[in-house]
């Protein structure tokens, strides 16, 4: 392995490693998610301070060290910081529900590629959307997710009883899609036009997706939907829906 490398990377997440280090989880276009070291990041007065927060698009100077097999940041510069996120609550629990999806999954093989620029993309645009526009984000990012890593939703048959789904109406359970007679008193109902909507946003830009239309009433069943069934895929509860409460509901 090349011990010296420079690659584009967004911090996945961001904790503190004694006293004055940071360890980080990136997302980078050339090797996919990697655990580095930063160290010195904690101290007030380092470059790498501000510029190694969650949700921050770096250009990563990487050194790999073959004994203690890790990486290390040597050196990092801000493409973009993103504040936006971290100035509001609700955009910054849609960041960590997206990141956190992303570091279960591994973003192995050749996913790293599309989920790269569908976040850069996705948290240029999440640092200065409105409360509508952040939650029309979420659908658009949880779905792109689950189609880059190849479990897009069925919307065909009811995954509990098996049959074909010709209502007005599905509802989703424990991570499937299904008909309203499976359907129980916890279920996230939505229209026949939702999965219509999610298969026509996904063809244009992501900034175009949110002025494609969508049903007011299909918000809120179309975001728990695709939290359950990304919950699902990525066979872990998600820490950050539990923190966040009822924001992204």
């Given at each position: 392995?090349?011990?010296?490398?420079?690659?584009?990377?967004?911090?996945?997440?961001?904790?503190?490693?004694?006293?004055?280090?940071?360890?980080?989880?990136?997302?980078t276009t050339k090797s996919g998610i990697i655990d580095v070291v930063a160290y010195g990041a904690f101290k007030g007065k380092s470059k790498l301070s501000g510029i190694t927060e969650s949700f921050v698009h770096l250009r990563a100077y990487l050194y790999f060290e073959p004994v203690k097999?890790?990486?290390?940041?040597?050196?990092?510069?801000?493409?973009?910081?993103?504040?936006?996120?971290?100035?509001?609550?609700?955009?910054?629990?849609?960041?960590?529900?997206?990141?956190?999806?992303?570091?279960?999954?591994?973003?192995?093989?050749?996913?790293?590629?599309?989920?790269?620029?569908?976040?850069?993309?996705?948290?240029?645009?999440?640092?200065?959307?409105?409360?509508?526009?952040?939650?029309?984000?979420?659908?658009?990012?949880?779905?792109?997710?689950?189609?880059?890593?190849?479990?897009?939703?069925?919307?065909?048959?009811?995954?509990?009883?098996?049959?074909?789904?010709?209502?007005?109406?599905?509802?989703?359970?424990?991570?499937?899609?299904?008909?309203?007679?499976?359907?129980?008193?916890?279920?996230?109902?939505?229209?026949?036009?939702?999965?219509?909507?999610?298969?026509?946003?996904?063809?244009?830009?992501?900034?175009?997706?949110?002025?494609?239309?969508?049903?007011?009433?299909?918000?809120?069943?179309?975001?728990?939907?695709?939290?359950?069934?990304?919950?699902?895929?990525?066979?872990?509860?998600?820490?950050?829906?539990?923190?966040?409460?009822?924001?992204?509901?």
């Open positions: 392995m090349v011990r010296n490398s420079i690659d584009e990377a967004i911090v996945l997440k961001s904790i503190r490693f004694s006293e004055y280090h940071k360890r980080l989880t990136l997302l097999k890790q990486f290390k940041l040597s050196d990092a510069e801000a493409v973009a910081t993103f504040d936006g996120i971290r100035h509001d609550l609700k955009r910054f629990y849609i960041a960590a529900l997206v990141s956190e999806a992303v570091m279960r999954s591994f973003a192995g093989g050749d996913e790293h590629a599309g989920l790269f620029p569908l976040l850069a993309d996705g948290f240029a645009l999440l640092s200065s959307a409105t409360p509508a526009e952040a939650d029309l984000l979420l659908i658009q990012l949880l779905y792109r997710f689950l189609l880059i890593i190849g479990y897009p939703p069925d919307w065909a048959y009811c995954e509990r009883c098996g049959a074909p789904l010709t209502g007005a109406r599905f509802v989703t359970f424990a991570g499937g899609v299904g008909c309203e007679r499976c359907g129980r008193s916890d279920s996230a109902v939505v229209s026949r036009t939702a999965p219509e909507y999610l298969k026509r946003s996904a063809t244009v830009p992501l900034g175009d997706a949110l002025r494609t239309g969508i049903e007011p009433t299909d918000v809120a069943g179309l975001k728990r939907a695709l939290i359950r069934i990304v919950q699902r895929v990525v066979e872990t509860p998600l820490k950050s829906i539990s923190a966040a409460g009822s924001m992204l509901s």
